[in-house]
């Protein structure tokens, strides 16, 4: 679907806001396809082994130890084919699974060749054929009774989620405006439903083609789409300037990698021949791929996770502590034990975080606009051991519960933080690229001695630098390690205060 410029151009002027969470008023937040693929392939695996199994039990009377395990070993092996058919016949794609009768023919298909391979496993190990040709029957007659239904029901969801628009990609394109109309041409090919073009921006925006090109609203310039991806939640960028423009795509790209987007260039008119697999598509335009959104799809539902449950145990098992130095916060000095300060999050977002109260309630800086320094005046004693041993910052274990931090990531900033007097992203080249994935309590930088006092620009440099680093090699390994490592981070106070 083209988007109008009513319906997309976003103005300040809709409506008074705080600062927080700008981008969280998306009512139709999109399904992502990898995460519906893969949740749809377990399902499938749980499905096909324990009907197997089960079957195999009733059929077999799998009473004894080898006999169970052969039952096991084979679900297990039907489970893995029937999910390797479907996935080779594209089964797993979207149009497919919104097609009732592509699923079921697709299914049916891989529920005869699960079939035949786990009859001929249940031959080889040894099995009675009688016993085999009565199991196999019983599990394919199940199986695809079993999977019809999932499958015909989870083609009217989709269906739906797809006339609201919710399965479409967020697509934002940049160029001039003939590569533009070029390129929508293309990436609505499959259908109105693949894919929202939310509008074009003009690189060079030099006044051509004000009302749009092809249905497609112009909404600006290069720095109109940097503030118009804060806003909105864009799934990919486009860039449609030729490749021959490569000092213009060059400057692109340097602002272009700040934002949570997969940022792709335009392949239409390419003059170098590339093998088919170099490309990527959407509809029939060809991307070659420049910039993926870090930690993205079911790598970020996996993380997601991984945080809710981590923290709500870390809660749970750190409860006393957090008990104690409630009580000793209130007992030394008047005022909230709790403080509360807005930082910058996910996107540029503004998010607001909970620490443990560190100085006099009456000298609270929510800005951070004077730099707290050792033998800050403004420091309790109480709160000088909680900075210490950075007790202070386990509050935000509940910001990981309600899902504006990460256990792991860039140490969200405060908003008039300074290094040598100057705001961060002034004195820091790529300084927002760390805001492309979630803030964390705790970080690759906190972990390799970056922490405390930012009295100098090379210390907030060298703290990007490990951010970026942690942004581009992500994995759950980094994440267990730097959670792994970082008690042993904290008995190094020589940096914190």
């Known amino acids: 679907m083209v988007a109008t410029a009513a319906d997309m151009a976003f103005s300040k002027t809709t409506s008074e806001d705080d600062g927080i969470g700008i981008a969280g008023r998306i009512t139709s937040r999109r399904l992502d396809a990898e995460v519906i693929a893969r949740l749809q392939k377990a399902f499938d695996a749980a499905l096909i082994f324990s009907i197997g199994l089960a079957s195999y039990i009733e059929i077999a009377g799998a009473w004894d130890r080898f006999e169970m395990l052969r039952g096991v070993i084979l679900a297990m092996l039907g489970a893995f084919v029937f999910i390797t058919a479907v996935r080779e016949s594209g089964g797993y794609d979207i149009p497919r699974l919104k097609s009732p009768a592509g699923q079921l023919a697709r299914a049916i298909l891989a529920s005869f060749i699960t079939a035949a391979v786990a ?3 249940a031959y080889l190990t040894g099995m009675a054929v009688p016993w085999i040709v009565a199991w196999v029957a019983v599990w394919l007659v199940l199986v695809i009774g079993a999977v019809g239904v999932q499958r015909f029901v989870l083609s009217l969801v989709l269906e739906r989620f797809a006339r609201a628009g919710r399965l479409a990609r967020r697509v934002a394109l940049i160029g001039s405006p003939d590569d533009v109309a070029a390129a929508v041409e293309r990436l609505t090919a499959n259908g109105p439903e693949d894919v929202d073009i939310c509008g074009f921006f003009d690189d060079r925006d030099d006044g051509r083609s004000e009302g749009g090109v092809a249905g ?26 030729p490749m021959a423009a490569e000092t213009r795509l060059l400057q692109l790209l340097r602002r272009l990698w700040e934002i949570p987007a997969d940022i792709r260039i335009s392949a239409l008119g390419a003059k170098l021949r590339l093998n088919r697999r170099t490309y990527s598509k959407i509809g029939e335009l060809p991307l070659l791929d420049t910039f993926d959104r870090p930690i993205s799809s079911w790598n970020r539902l996996v993380k997601s996770a991984f945080d809710f449950v981590v923290a709500a145990v870390a809660i749970v098992v750190l409860s006393p502590v957090l008990a104690v130095a409630a009580i000793a916060i209130r007992i030394e000095s008047p005022g909230p034990v709790i403080f509360r300060q807005r930082r910058y999050g996910f996107n540029n977002e503004l998010i607001e975080i909970y620490k443990f109260r560190s100085m006099r309630h009456d000298t609270s800086d929510a800005d951070a606009s004077r730099l707290v320094t050792r033998d800050d005046d403004r420091v309790t004693r109480v709160g000088r051991f909680l900075r210490k041993t950075s007790i202070d910052e386990l509050p935000q274990l509940f910001n990981v519960l309600n899902g504006d931090l990460s256990l792991v990531g860039p140490r969200p900033h405060a908003l008039k933080a300074k290094a040598a007097d100057e705001l961060y992203h002034a004195v820091v080249h790529n300084y927002l690229a760390r805001h492309r994935v979630k803030p964390g309590v705790t970080g690759w930088a906190q972990v390799n001695g970056w922490r405390g006092e930012t009295d100098t620009v090379e210390k907030i440099e060298r703290r990007v630098e490990c951010d970026l680093y942690y942004i581009d090699h992500w994995s759950i390994w980094l994440d267990l390690y730097i959670l792994a490592v970082t008690p042993l981070a904290l008995v190094n106070t020589k940096q914190a205060f």
């Open 119 to 121: 009859g001929l496993g």
């Open 216 to 241: 497609c609203p112009k909404l600006g310039g290069i720095d109109d789409l940097v503030e118009f991806s804060r806003w909105f939640r864009i799934d990919t960028i486009v860039v449609t300037l």
